[in-house]
């Protein structure tokens, strides 16, 4: 299934909302998965996984440990 972005799924939502009953339903579901979808770019790094990465690496802030301090984050280990 291919990834939409979130201003055609909203757009997806309206046309549905206006077909039918039937169709309500489903715009409500697709509707309610657009608010789960968080932005990447709302998440910020914990305190945690920045201290760890300051410690791996000699220069911080940088690419390298953002990335390491960012995968880490997501397999919960900081």
């Known amino acids: 299934m291919a990834r939409l972005k979130?201003?055609?799924?909203e757009e997806i939502v309206k046309?549905?909302?206006g077909a039918s009953k039937m169709h309500l339903?489903?715009?409500k579901e697709i509707?309610?998965?657009i608010d789960d979808m968080g932005?990447?770019?709302?998440l910020k790094l914990s305190a945690g996984c920045k201290a760890a990465a300051?410690?791996?690496f000699d220069v911080y802030p940088s690419a390298y440990a953002n990335?390491?301090?960012s995968k880490q984050q997501k397999k919960g280990k900081c």
């Open 6 to 9: 979130k201003g055609r799924l």
């Open 15 to 17: 046309e549905l909302a």
């Open 25 to 27: 339903k489903q715009s």
């Open 31 to 33: 509707d309610k998965h």
């Open 39 to 42: 932005s990447p770019l709302d």
């Open 54 to 56: 300051k410690k791996k």
């Open 67 to 69: 990335m390491w301090a």
